[in-house]
């Protein structure tokens, strides 16, 4: 059965980092693309990055610039590298990959079939 497992999250102050990272088992993802979506407080779950196999990548606007993600397809892991992080920043952070061969660049959620279970991104003032 495939899973993704995240970890990493955790508090920071504004203007800090935090790297998260995102594990594969049960499955290959070299040839899917990885996305990672967040759900603030309150508001729906949204899009925020995806990275290609080739390692193309989209993001929001909201965080280019400030967001990383660096992808190891020999390991099955993808990460997340937040820097110049702002309390707008805090939220669950899901990582989520589609079915190998999929689309991209893709920001709807439903083309993403597995999901990690979340972790949480806490930024104070």
């Known amino acids: 059965q495939v899973q993704l497992v995240e970890s990493g999250g955790g508090s920071v102050q504004a203007g800090g980092s935090l790297r998260l990272s995102c594990a594969a088992s049960?499955?290959?993802?070299?040839?899917?693309?990885l996305g990672w979506f967040r759900q603030a407080p309150g508001k729906e779950r949204g899009f925020v990055a995806a990275?290609?196999?080739?390692?193309?990548?989209d993001y929001v606007d909201s965080v280019k610039g400030r967001f990383t993600i660096p992808r190891d397809n020999t390991k099955n892991t993808v990460a997340r590298q937040m820097n110049s992080l702002k309390p707008e920043d805090t939220a669950v952070y899901y990582c989520?990959?589609?079915?190998?061969?999929?689309?991209?660049?893709?920001?709807?959620?439903?083309?993403?079939?597995?999901w990690g279970q979340g972790t949480q991104v806490t930024v104070s003032s």
């Open positions: 049960g499955g290959t993802f070299g040839r899917s693309v």
């Open positions: 990275i290609h196999w080739s390692r193309s990548i």
């Open positions: 989520a990959a589609q079915e190998p061969g999929g689309s991209f660049p893709q920001r709807r959620e439903a083309r993403y079939i597995y």
